[in-house]
């Protein structure tokens, strides 16, 4: 298998919101530019308001989901499919207090797609 494998944690703090256009600028990234990505981990985000359990008493889009969106479409990034809840971290709390969110995935650009 010839691919490139990135695992980043996505980070929306102390001026590292820009994780890939920092990794664009990168002098590698000319080389892996036309390459099958796969990119995985704990986004701290979640892309689309439906991945949020409250998004129906509070369909919000923030500034990092806002920011986390721009970032996929910059990178040209699709969610791989999956066969799992959709809800990938939750706070364990009782009925009132419980919120869950998918915040995991991986996400592939479209040479993935197109190689396997």
């Not at 691919?3 to 102390?14: A, E, N, P, T």
């Not at 910059?74 to 915040?103: Q, V």
């Amino acid at each position: 298998m010839n691919f490139l494998f990135i695992r980043l944690c996505f980070q929306l703090c102390r001026g590292k919101k820009d994780i890939m256009g920092r990794f664009t600028c990168s002098p590698r990234f000319s080389s892996v530019f036309n390459k099958p990505w796969m990119i995985y981990g704990d986004f701290i985000e979640t892309l689309k308001i439906e991945e949020h359990s409250l998004s129906q008493n509070n369909p919000l889009i923030t500034a990092g989901m806002r920011n986390f969106q721009d970032t996929v479409r910059y990178g040209s990034l699709s969610n791989m499919k999956f066969h799992a809840p959709l809800f990938t971290w939750c706070n364990k709390r009782d009925n009132d207090e419980l919120i869950c969110n998918k915040l995991d995935r991986v996400l592939v650009n479209d040479q993935w797609i197109l190689d396997y």
